[in-house]
């Protein structure tokens, strides 16, 4: 018998939110977002998608960057 993990980390489909993951940041199994290069257009964007998941799910959700360090780079253009 199986159960379901009691914390899960999502991905963003983009540099928006969707309808279906509003839904999902609802789930109280969700606590934190791991963003990509697909989330960033630049620094006003990704600020306002952080507020934006913060005012869905609260202020303490945990939000990562995939940031391997060397020579991946997920965000450059002024950061």
Do not use: W, Y
């Not at 993990?5 to 934190?32: F, M, N, W, Y």
């Not at 799910?57 to 950061?79: A, L, P």
């Amino acid at each position: 018998m199986s159960t379901l993990p009691t914390k899960l980390v999502i991905d963003l489909q983009g540099p928006l939110l969707s309808d279906r993951e509003r839904q999902c940041l609802k789930h109280p199994a969700v606590s934190g977002v791991i963003l990509f290069t697909k989330n960033f257009n630049n620094k006003t964007q990704i600020a306002e998608l952080i507020e934006q998941i913060r005012l869905i799910k609260s202020s303490d959700i945990e939000i990562s960057v995939d940031q391997e360090g060397g020579r991946v780079q997920r965000f450059r253009n002024g950061f």
